[in-house]
C-alpha cells in the first residue's frame, strides 16, 4: 500500500471544508437535539466554523480584517450566551423543564 | 508538518463536533465543544491569528463554556428524554445537510482558483499591535456599537433572570 499523499501544508480549502463540515454538524445538532441547552451549544458550533472562515479568508487576502470579524462575532456570541441563557433560566423556573418539544405554547 | 498538524486537530474538531451531536447528556456535550473550540484555536495558530487564537481560548473556551456549565449545575440538566424524532428533520435534514457539503466542497475545491498552501509564519499581521491598529482605525464605529450592545445584554441579562418583586 503506497503511503498517503499527504503534502508538506494544507491547502486553504481544506480550511474551508472543515469549517463546512462544522457548520453542518452544528445544522445537525440543532435539529436533532431535544434538549436547549444542547440546541445552544450548537449554534455556538456553527458561529465557531464561520469563524473559521473568517480567519481563512483573512489568511487568503493577506488582510486582518476578517480577524476583526470573528473577534466581533465572539463578543456577540458572548451576549448571546449571557441572555439566552438568562432565557433558560427563566423557562425552566417557569415550566420545569428543557425540553423543547415541552415548550410548545406557541404552537398553532 | 503543517498539514500532519492540521489533519491532527481537524480530526479533534470534527471529533468533538460529532460527539456533541450524539452524546445525550449535555456536560458530555459542553466537554466535547470545549474540545472543538481548543483544537480550532490551534487551527487559527497555523493560519496566523495569534491574537484571535488566545482570544478564543480565554472568551469562548473559558469565559463562554463556564456559563454554559454553570447554567448545566445549576438546573441540574438530565439526559435528555428520547422523544419521537420529527421525521422531516431525519429524512430531509441529514441528504440536505450532506448535499450542503457536497456542494461547499465542490465549489472550494473546484470552482474557486487554486488557493495556495497555509504555511505556518507567512501571515505576519495577526499580533495584537496590528489588530489594534486596524480595530481602532478602521473599525472604530462599531467597536463602540458593540460596547452598547454588551450594556444591553447586561440589563437584558439582569432583568430576565432576576426574582420577580411582588
Known amino acids: 500500500m503506497p503511503p498517503l499523499p499527504i503534502p ?17 454538524l452544528g445544522v445537525a445538532g440543532f435539529l436533532f437535539r431535544r434538549n436547549i441547552i444542547t440546541v445552544f451549544m450548537s449554534i455556538e458550533l456553527m458561529l465557531n466554523a464561520v469563524n473559521l472562515s473568517f480567519v481563512s ?19 456577540v456570541a458572548a451576549a448571546e450566551a449571557a441572555v439566552g441563557l438568562a432565557i433558560i433560566l427563566t423557562v425552566f423556573k417557569n415550566r420545569q423543564t428543557l425540553e423543547i418539544d415541552e415548550v410548545s405554547s406557541l404552537k398553532n | 508538518m503543517d498539514a500532519i498538524l492540521f489533519l491532527l486537530f481537524a480530526a479533534i474538531a470534527v471529533v468533538c463536533a460529532i460527539n456533541l451531536v450524539l452524546q445525550s447528556h449535555p456536560i458530555s456535550s459542553a466537554l466535547s465543544l470545549v474540545g472543538v473550540m481548543g483544537s ?17 481560548l ?4 473559558g469565559a463562554i463554556m463556564v456559563l454554559f456549565i454553570f447554567v448545566i449545575m445549576l438546573l441540574n440538566a438530565g439526559t435528555e428524554l428520547k422523544t419521537k424524532r420529527h421525521l422531516w ?15 461547499v466542497g465542490y465549489i472550494v ?11 505556518f509564519g507567512s501571515f505576519q499581521h495577526g499580533n495584537p499591535e496590528d489588530i489594534g491598529k486596524n480595530l481602532f482605525v478602521n473599525y472604530l464605529l462599531p467597536f463602540e456599537v458593540t460596547s452598547v450592545l454588551i450594556l444591553v445584554a447586561i440589563v437584558g441579562a439582569i432583568v430576565l433572570a432576576r426574582k420577580e418583586v411582588d
Open chain 1, 57 to 75: 479568508f483573512s489568511y487568503k487576502l493577506k488582510q486582518n480584517d476578517g480577524h476583526i470579524f470573528s473577534f466581533f462575532v465572539m463578543v
Open chain 2, 58 to 61: 480565554i472568551v469562548y473556551a
Open chain 2, 40 to 56: 480550532l484555536a490551534v487551527l487559527y495558530l497555523l493560519l496566523g491569528g495569534e491574537f484571535i487564537a488566545m482570544a478564543q
Open chain 2, 109 to 119: 475545491h473546484d470552482v474557486l482558483p487554486a488557493s495556495g498552501a497555509v504555511v
Open chain 2, 89 to 103: 428533520g431525519m429524512y430531509a435534514g441529514v441528504p440536505l445537510l450532506l448535499a450542503l457539503v457536497g456542494v
Open chain 1, 8 to 24: 508538506e501544508a494544507a491547502p486553504l480549502s481544506w480550511y474551508l471544508i472543515l469549517s463546512a463540515i462544522l457548520f453542518v
